[in-house]
């Protein structure tokens, strides 16, 4: 979590390609997550999404290795499979500050905005 605010604020200083982890993608539509776990590496990493309230959040997941999806403040928590691809969708119906994890490979993968 510091990590990451330390990231985007350097990213917002810099303007651009300050922090290589980081990306910003912003939507007021639907927002689509691909997130791949291989080798003990969760990408992407600290990424920002700022959606607005109402919209559809999809996270497709690849993995080589057993793990769990976790939305913070949404809590939903979803087991992975190795080897088997997972996907789900909520709607992103709470503002706020939401943090994306893995929690065996224990990685934030995101932080979704909504607002
Ligand atoms: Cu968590």
Same mark, same amino acid.
């Given at each position: 979590m510091r990590r990451a605010f =330390?990231?985007?604020v350097a990213a917002l200083l810099l303007?651009? +390609? @300050?922090?290589?982890?980081?990306?910003?993608?912003?939507?007021?539509?639907?927002?689509?997550?691909? =997130?791949t776990i291989a080798k003990g590496k969760v990408s992407p990493s +600290? @990424?920002?999404y700022d959606v607005s309230k109402g919209s559809t959040v999809t996270i497709n997941v690849t993995s080589d290795s057993a793990d769990i999806i976790h939305v913070h403040g949404y809590e939903i928590e979803k087991?992975?499979?190795?080897?088997?691809?997972?996907?789900?969708?909520?709607?992103?119906?709470?503002?706020?500050?939401?943090?994306?994890e893995t929690h065996v490979v224990e990685a934030t993968i995101a932080t979704l905005n909504v607002r």
């Open positions: =330390v990231c985007l303007l651009a +390609g @300050a922090c290589s982890t980081t990306t910003t993608p912003t939507a007021s539509g639907p927002v689509t997550i691909a =997130v +600290g @990424a920002k087991d992975v499979v190795a080897g088997t691809p997972l996907s789900f969708t909520f709607t992103a119906d709470q503002t706020g500050s939401f943090e994306i």
